[in-house]
């Protein structure tokens, strides 16, 4: 059960309240605000290329801990996950980012959704690697948002291992009323972000120990601003160069490698207004990496950041979205449809498209597809996504490969929008 009461407190005071989350267990017996991974699931299978896990969602929590169970496989590795609803409201689980096939991408536009009292068995082949999360997507607003997800890393054998990992589940929790409504978190600007259910912990590594931290942005609403780091991952592995910087909207994620030498390291996260710049700006500490030792700060890992050459944009459009809505009316629409009131726009299977996503609304939005990855054309080197923010008035061109049957949601993931008819479908045939 999670119980987060965060009253309109000054942000200052944050960094000394308890930890918000009571039920979250961690992979050591950690100290209450040192940071560690969610607790890994159980495998309930012998063999290597095999994670079988068993969840009971109840009390708006898998097994009990938010985030759920971390799930950590290799590329080629066999997933199955039995679920059981005993929630008293239907569920599903969504495997954000990876492309499934579509009886198992928990989305009820065609099949039913699980009944309380009900399970259902989850399996399929992981066959891209990086960081993923999953969720339900049914109710999605409010079940992600009362802390149903969890995280899900899928190994490349050919990345190099750093010495230390530590996933994160960035969130802003909401606030709860006195009337026991939910009142949604706010945007960056206003809203307090925890980490694994922490507010600003202290992450313990050694001097000179290469770090990876795998960050996934499960908020509502919040967009995340790391600056001055060394990112090196996207939501669908190694980028084709590090950066030192990223932008990561509801449903994002990114690898971020840390080096740290005796001196501690403050991860923060900008604020960042969803409807452009004039904000006043202020800086949240996500997490503070401290070491011990003195060793000097290592060289960073031997990822292999050749890449790929991008895509030639072809510069025609098979299928263009428009986004359209605004924070004053809360309607939100693609192409002027609300879901699931919607054109299903389809794809034959085997060919190659072009999507155009147009943002004509006065407010960001991080599109989302399941089931097919995408290019983003016009990089300079080969970027392949799943979760793509479209500035104010800009445009996202995508190339997506037909290679996967089913009817994709395709959609802004601020859970309000989505929710509000910010979703359509699209369909592989
Ligand atoms: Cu993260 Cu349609 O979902
Ligand atoms: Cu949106």
């Keep these: 059960m999670i119980s987060l009461l965060i009253a309109c407190t000054d942000p200052v005071v944050v960094d000394s309240s308890p930890p ?3 039920s979250t267990p961690l992979d050591s017996e950690a100290p209450a605000n ?21 969840f009971v969602v109840e009390n708006f929590a898998y097994n009990g801990q938010v985030p759920g169970p971390t799930l950590r496989a290799k590329l080629g590795d066999t997933l199955i996950v039995d679920l059981e609803n005993k929630l008293e409201v239907e569920t599903t689980i969504h495997w954000h980012g990876l492309a499934v096939p579509y009886a198992m991408d928990g989305v ?16 399929f082949p992981l066959n ?3 960081t993923f999360w999953y969720h339900p997507h049914f109710d999605t607003q409010a079940q992600v948002d009362r802390g149903i997800y969890g995280l899900l890393v899928v190994e490349d054998p050919s990345d190099p291992s750093p010495d230390r ?14 009337d026991g409504e939910h009142v949604h978190g706010q945007h960056g600007a206003g809203g307090l972000w925890t980490v694994n259910g922490l507010s600003a912990p202290t992450l313990p590594v050694e001097a000179g120990e290469r770090v990876l931290v795998r960050i996934v942005n499960t908020s509502n609403t919040g967009y995340l601003d790391l600056r001055d780091v060394r990112v090196v991952g996207n939501d669908q592995g190694v980028l084709a160069a590090p950066t030192d910087s990223v932008l990561l909207g509801p449903g994002d994620r990114a690898a971020l490698e840390f080096l740290p030498g ?7 996260s900008g604020s960042h207004s969803l409807s452009g710049p004039g904000m006043e700006h202020h800086d949240q500490l996500l997490f503070t990496l401290v070491p011990s030792g003195s060793e000097a700060s290592a060289d960073p890992l031997p990822f292999d950041f050749s890449g790929e050459a991008a895509t030639p944009d072809p510069g025609t459009t098979d299928v263009l979205y428009t986004f359209q809505g605004g924070a004053h009316t809360e309607q939100w629409a693609i192409n002027g449809e609300q879901y699931p009131d919607v054109t299903v726009e389809t794809l034959q299977s085997g060919g190659t498209y072009v999507i155009e996503v147009r943002n004509l609304s006065p407010t960001e939005h991080p599109f989302h597809l399941h089931g097919l990855e995408f290019e983003v054309l016009g990089s300079e080197e080969k970027r392949v996504e799943d979760t793509l923010n479209v500035p104010i008035r800009g ?3 995508l190339l997506v490969e037909a290679n996967n049957v089913g009817d994709w949601m395709a959609h802004c993931h601020i859970l309000p929008h989505a929710h509000g008819g910010m979703m359509t479908v699209l369909r592989v045939e």
């Design 20 to 22: 918000t989350s009571e």
């Design 262 to 268: 005796s001196e501690p390291i403050e991860v923060m």
């Design 108 to 123: 009820t536009w065609q099949s039913d959704p699980i009944a309380p009292g009900e399970s259902f068995r989850y399996e």
């Design 165 to 178: 990992e530590v996933l994160v589940a960035a969130d802003i929790p909401d606030e709860v009323g006195e």
């Design 34 to 54: 040192e940071l560690a991974s969610p607790a890994p699931a159980v495998d309930l299978d012998d063999a290597a290329e095999v994670l079988h896990a068993s």
């Design 128 to 130: 891209q690697a990086g």
């Design 395 to 397: 445009s996202v061109r």
